[in-house]
């Protein structure tokens, strides 16, 4: 089975600090997904990544950024939280390899930015 | 932005009963999938339908596909409480990006 594991279930952090997400995956996929979910809107994709070093915008990237320096680890930043970045984030991982695009979500970290 | 549109956004059933979710995109699509969300966990995937499929079968799940109307529905037969969750249908036009809806809410009483 594939492992999506995130860093922190629960993250609280005040207005302006600087905001490190984690996530790693143990089936040596190359797509990597940041989604933030909230109420009302569903999943939006933030930034996602085909490869190593290699990273596109998403439909929200506004306030974030990411970097992935290895395969198994992709990461979103927020440079200098705001409230309004209080949400659910999820990472998602599949292969580019599959011949489907279902994609294996990690448990999520809820986020609060005080 | 936002392909798939669940309906009804919340739904209530007795233990044993079917539950049908809906789902309406815009757009042409490669596939749609259905994915389930516990309360606050990740997202696990049940099913996915090919744009060339009509129904699938996944267990206590059925998936239709209807690319005329832009719609799919998911149903879960014989309900348990444990299907408690959010339902969200998700569609893919290429590659590996994945446009999700808003959700249903399923609440199976016991």
């Known amino acids: 089975d594939v492992k999506v594991t995130q860093s922190s279930r629960y993250l609280v952090k005040r207005t302006g600090e600087k905001v490190f997400l984690e996530c790693v995956q143990d089936?040596?996929?190359?797509?990597m997904f940041w989604y933030r979910q909230d109420p009302g809107l569903g999943l939006r994709l933030i930034y996602f990544s085909y490869d190593v070093k290699m990273k596109e915008k998403g439909d929200i990237p506004e306030g974030y950024s990411v970097s992935r320096e290895k395969k198994e680890r992709f990461s979103l930043i927020l440079e200098s939280a705001s409230t309004n970045q209080t949400s659910m984030y999820l990472c998602?991982?599949?292969?580019?390899?599959?011949?489907?695009?279902?994609?294996?979500f990690g448990p999520g970290t809820r986020l609060t930015v005080l | 932005s936002q392909q798939g549109e669940e309906d009804p956004q919340a739904l209530s059933i007795q233990e044993g009963e079917n539950a049908t979710m809906n789902c309406s995109y815009k757009t042409s699509i490669n596939n749609l999938q259905w994915y389930r969300q516990n309360s606050g966990r990740g997202l696990v995937h049940l099913i996915l339908?090919?744009?060339?499929?009509r129904e699938k079968h996944s267990g206590r799940l059925r998936v239709t596909l209807d690319t005329s109307k832009k719609s799919s529905s998911l149903l879960i037969t014989a309900s348990r409480a444990a299907d408690t969750a959010s339902y969200f249908c998700a569609t893919s036009r290429y590659g590996n990006k994945l446009v999700f809806g808003a959700g249903t809410i399923l609440r199976v009483k016991s």
């Open positions: 089936m040596d996929h190359e797509n």
């Open positions: 339908i090919r744009s060339n499929e």
């Open positions: 998602a991982t599949t292969g580019l390899a599959s011949s489907t695009d279902t994609q294996y």
